[in-house]
C-alpha cells in the first residue's frame, strides 16, 4: 500500500487532482434524443416513427397473409355451400330421397 | 416493452382486417342464401350467369320435372308396399335416375355450353351419391 494514500488529507490531494479525460462524442445528444423518441415515454408513435422499415415490412407481410388466407378460407368455404346446395338441389328430384324420407 | 406490444397489437390488427376484407369480397353470397331456401333452385340463375329467358324456361322444366318426380315417390312406395321383389323396385328406381339425369341434360341444353357442361359435372355425381342406408338419416338429420 502506498504510504501517501494513508492520511485522508493525502486522498483527500489525489482525488482533488484527479480529471477524466473522455474524448468527446458528438452523437451524444442526438443519440439521447433519439433513445428518448423510442422510449415508452414518448408515445407509439414516436416507436413507428423510429423504426419505419421493420414495422412496415411486418405490416405487409400480414396483408399478405391475411389476403391469401382470407381468399382461400372464403373458396373453400364457397365450394362447401356449393356442394351442399348441389346436394340439396339433386335430392329435392329424386324419387328415391323422397320415398327414403316417407 | 409496451410498445412492442402495441407494434404487435397493431400488426394482428392489420392482418385481421386484411383476412376479413378479402374473405368478404370472395364469398359467393348467393350460395349462402340457397342453403337456407328448402328447394335451392335460385342459385342456377347466379351461379352459372343465366338470363331471364334461360332462367324462365329452366324454371319450368323444373315445376314439370317435379311431378314426375312425384309419380316415381308414389311407384317406389307402392311398390315396397306391395311387398314387390327388391329387383323389381330397383328397376322402378333406375327408371326414375334415367329420367332425372335426362331432366338433368334438358335442363343443361338451356344454359350457355360452359355453364351446362358445369352444372352437369355439378349435379350428375349427386345422382350416383344417393345411399339407401344413409338417406333417411341425412334427411332427418336435415329436417326435412
Redesign the interface.
Known amino acids: 500500500m502506498n504510504p501517501d494514500h494513508e492520511s485522508p488529507e493525502a486522498l483527500r490531494r489525489e482525488f482533488g487532482q484527479w480529471r477524466v479525460s473522455h474524448p468527446r462524442d458528438p452523437g451524444f445528444r442526438d443519440e439521447v434524443w433519439r433513445r428518448i423518441r423510442s422510449g415508452s415515454g414518448e408515445g407509439w408513435l414516436a416507436y413507428f416513427q423510429a423504426n419505419p422499415a421493420s414495422i412496415g415490412a411486418a405490416a405487409l407481410l400480414v396483408v399478405l397473409l391475411g389476403a391469401l388466407g382470407g381468399t382461400g378460407f372464403a373458396r373453400m368455404q364457397s365450394q362447401a355451400d356449393r356442394d351442399a346446395v348441389a346436394s340439396a338441389y339433386v335430392q329435392a328430384l329424386d324419387a328415391r330421397w323422397m320415398a327414403a324420407s316417407q | 416493452?409496451?410498445?412492442l406490444g402495441?407494434?404487435i397489437a397493431?400488426?394482428?390488427t392489420?392482418?385481421?382486417?386484411?383476412?376479413?376484407?378479402?374473405?368478404?369480397?370472395?364469398?359467393?353470397d348467393h350460395?349462402?342464401r340457397?342453403?337456407t331456401?328448402?328447394?335451392?333452385?335460385a342459385?342456377?340463375r347466379e351461379?352459372f350467369g343465366l338470363t331471364d329467358a334461360q332462367f324462365a324456361s329452366i324454371s319450368l322444366l323444373?315445376e314439370t320435372?317435379?311431378r314426375t318426380?312425384?309419380?316415381?315417390?308414389d311407384?317406389?312406395?307402392a311398390a315396397?308396399a306391395a311387398g314387390m321383389p327388391a329387383a323389381e323396385i330397383a328397376v322402378i328406381?333406375s327408371e326414375?335416375?334415367d329420367s332425372?339425369t335426362r331432366?338433368f341434360r334438358a335442363v343443361a341444353a338451356l344454359m350457355p355450353a360452359n355453364a351446362g357442361a358445369r352444372y352437369l359435372d355439378?349435379?350428375l355425381p349427386?345422382?350416383a351419391?344417393?345411399d339407401?342406408r344413409t338417406?333417411?338419416d341425412i334427411?332427418?338429420a336435415?329436417g326435412?
Open positions: 416493452m409496451k410498445n402495441l407494434t397493431f400488426i394482428f392489420v392482418g385481421a382486417v386484411s383476412f376479413l376484407a378479402f374473405y368478404y369480397s370472395n364469398r359467393e350460395l349462402e340457397a342453403r331456401e328448402p328447394v335451392p333452385v342459385w342456377i351461379e323444373h320435372y317435379l318426380c312425384a309419380e316415381h315417390c311407384r317406389i312406395l315396397r328406381e326414375c335416375v332425372m331432366h355439378l349435379v349427386k345422382i351419391s344417393f339407401h338417406a333417411p334427411l332427418g336435415s326435412q
